[in-house]
């Protein structure tokens, strides 16, 4: 299919910088990094599948005087994890219906912190 034109051009840097000629890396250079590194996550207990609506997600986030509450699916167990994952990958879901979320802290002062999507 060929590179777009927009993937040679300089990418700009700032207002004042000008533009920057250096290598450009592109996540999907890495795609099997970040799929063995969501492996490893799953299957140490770390990341799970989030089935929870991107609403719901809203709803159990919190706020930034009130900690979250805990997706019903964060104790999924990690062999369906990995099945859902492989079955994510595999396209037979649709898109948005599942993500990876780390598993962190729910009730973290830092609202970013709690359990972020990953994929």
Known sequence: ???PPF??????TGENAG???GPVHKTSDSFDLLYDCAVAL???GDAYIESLSAEEMREYRGTLTEPGKESPYRN????EN???FENMRAGQYKDGEHILRAKIDMSSPNINMRDPALY
């Open 76 to 79: 999924r167990s990690v062999e």
């Open 82 to 84: 990995l099945e859902m």
């Open 19 to 21: 533009p920057w000629y």
């Open 7 to 12: 993937a040679d051009a300089p990418v700009e």
């Open 1 to 3: 299919s060929g590179t």
């Open 42 to 44: 799953i299957k140490s």
